[in-house]
Structure formats: structure tokens, C-alpha cells
């Protein structure tokens, strides 16, 4: 049984490699824009980006301000528990810009 398996163990455990923790963070506020056409994101600090572009972008800038951590348990059809701490900050920003 690894430390990840027990509830009491910090999602600190795992080394971010998208993101980063809250504290590593700038303590400035990065201000960005994001524009979307019939809902995919066509513009982001008023440059033009494709699709893969979007991502790799909104990626960086989610990745620097600490966005995009999740830590989630799962039951599994087979009957046994699995934990797995996930990145994604560019998906994060995206589908915060989206939502406003």
C-alpha cells in the first residue's frame, strides 16, 4: 500500500508539472482576455489562436497563477478506491473565461 492510498495523505505529495501550488504563485494579479466565437476560444491578450494554440496558452497562463489542481478519490466498478491528483490550468482558465 503507497502513502497516496491513505485519505490522510496531502495531495503535496505529487510534484506539479502544469501548475503550480498557491504559494508559488506570483502576488500579483495577472489580468488576461479571452475571446470566443461560437464557443471555442479564437483570441487570447488579443492574439489570434488556433485551437492546439489556445491550449498551449491558456495553459502557461493558468500554470503560473497556480489554476487547475484537482485532487479526486473515485470508487471503482471492481470494488476498490483510486485517488489521482490531476493538472489542467489551461482547461480551467478556458472554461472559467467561457462560463462569465
Given amino acids: 500500500c503507497s502513502r497516496s492510498e491513505y485519505l490522510t495523505t496531502s495531495s503535496r505529495i505529487v510534484t506539479p ?8 504563485a506570483p502576488d500579483s ?7 470566443f ?3 471555442l476560444c479564437v483570441a ?3 492574439k489570434d489562436v488556433d485551437p492546439l494554440s489556445a491550449m498551449r496558452l491558456a495553459n ?3 500554470g503560473r497563477n497556480a489554476l487547475g489542481m484537482a485532487n479526486a478519490m473515485e470508487n471503482r466498478v471492481i470494488g476498490t478506491k483510486s485517488r489521482g491528483v490531476y493538472e489542467a490550468p489551461g482547461m480551467d482558465l478556458l472554461g472559467y473565461c467561457l462560463s462569465q
Avoid: F, H, L, Q
Wanted: aromatic residues 4%; charged residues 30%.
Fill in 17 to 24: 508539472t502544469m501548475t503550480c501550488w498557491p504559494e508559488d
Fill in 60 to 62: 502557461e497562463i493558468g
Fill in 44 to 46: 487570447i491578450n488579443g
Fill in 37 to 39: 466565437e461560437k464557443g
Fill in 29 to 35: 494579479i495577472e489580468k488576461c482576455s479571452v475571446v
